[in-house]
């Protein structure tokens, strides 16, 4: 006997869908997926599963996501705090960025100085400037 299940949810911004359907007597198709506010698919999770294996997958599953949700939303808060003081942390470089950096270092600009002009934490401003070939002083003092 085929039985199919299937459910759809909206939270804020995402819409999901899921679907589960028997492919044998013991195995069971489950396809999920989400969608932005267009349309659009933004992810898919799809498998089988043995019939007894459901309930077991079900909470460890919901457990794993649960717990990936939460360490996500504390990375947020960690990327929020820090970008009070270096707004642009974490983001790409951009030529103009890399550009300025140089100017400003070559002027003499300590790494706590280009910092915070830049908006981007001490070690970006030492690794941006190495791979740029500047050689940067331990004390963090600019020699040009």
Do not use: N
């Amino acid at each position: 006997m085929v039985r199919s299940e299937s459910i759809t949810k909206t939270v804020g911004d995402c819409r999901l869908k899921a679907a589960a359907s028997t492919v044998t007597g013991d195995e069971i198709d489950v396809d999920v997926r989400t969608y932005d506010e267009s349309g659009h698919e933004t992810g898919r999770l799809a498998g089988r599963l043995r019939r007894r294996d459901l309930r077991t997958a079900g909470r460890a599953l919901s457990r794993l996501l649960s717990r990936m949700a939460d360490a996500d939303g504390r990375l947020a808060g960690q990327f929020e705090e820090l970008r009070k003081t270096y707004p642009h942390a974490y983001q790409p470089w951009s030529t103009e960025d890399e550009t300025r950096l140089s100017t400003l270092f070559a002027a003499g600009s300590s790494v706590e100085e280009l910092a915070l002009a830049l908006g981007r934490q001490p070690g970006s401003i030492r690794s941006r400037l190495a791979r740029l070939g500047a050689v940067v002083p331990d004390s963090g003092a600019a020699t040009g």
